[in-house]
């Protein structure tokens, strides 16, 4: 069976051939665009399989930034989770709250499920997979703990995907993991802006990450996402100054958004979701300015963007409003 092609950002090479230029600004993903600064890496990271004590460090690092005991493995980033997902129960029905990142039906239909998309919470009980996005990408919806815990029991397993959660360290449910019917997705390299490093995690029942563990194999991740996660996660003073300018750049984004007639529809504090008169031309009119943007093809009206990551890259946006 020949799938439909995945529709994402990040992809730039489409914005070149059709405006031409090089000096793009990519808003369509919701990579911090502020990375933290990489360090100096070691010969032995690039040279070396990775070791045990190295994993056992950064597993460490990533139970201290999540605040968890959770039973957890590190995975090529939360995308080789929801992978993986599909395998870890018999095929059956599969729910997801939508509209959401649409690589948790697709993958869980390329591997034989029958994938309802719903719109609440409730809608999800009975389903053999339930998975909630939280907060939701596109539109920031965002789902309590005790809502989404009221759920276990009611479906076969959830999927929490919070590749989003690293501002909003209250709503996460990694606290929660580690029972059977539960398992929670992370994301190093959006809240990191270092999604080349390909780095995620799953947290989960006994079973379930054993499960993961024997089918990610012995080296999952990099010497050099170790070696840089390891450090990063437990970097608490850079986590708390990243999610104060965050808060404020959202502020900022909303208010350049409101002057080229957009309307706020949501977002986290990694994007931002607009309602516009028709999203294809608002995305023309960034992307002569060589900015891109994410448009849906679900809505022919909402626009998403990331945030700038300097002066120069706000003061581009700021004069397209001026336009």
Known sequence: MILAPRDHGGNLEQARAIYGGEDWIDLSTGINRVPYRVPLISHAAFTALPTHAAMQGLMRAAAFAYETTAPMVALQGAQAAIQLVPLLRPIGLARVVGPTYNEHAATLRAMGWSVQEVVTLDELRGADIAVVVNPNNPD????????????????????VDESFADPVPTESLACAAGSDG??????????????????????GSPSDIARLKDLSGPWPVSGPAIEVASLALQDTAWAATTIKRLAGEAVRMDALCADLGWKALGGTLLFRLYDTPDAQQAQDHLAR??????IFPYSQ??????????????????????A
């Open 182 to 203: 539960l398992l929670v997705l992370r994301s190093f390299g959006k809240f990191y802006g270092l999604a080349g490093l390909r780095l995620g995690f799953a947290l």
């Open 289 to 294: 300015a060589h900015i891109w943007s994410r």
């Open 301 to 322: 009206s909402w626009i998403r963007l990331g945030l700038p990551g300097n002066e120069a890259e706000w003061a581009r946006m700021a004069a397209l409003t001026r």
């Open 140 to 159: 920031g919806r965002h789902w309590t703990r005790a809502a989404l815990l009221a759920l276990r029991g009611q479906v076969g397993l959830l999927v």
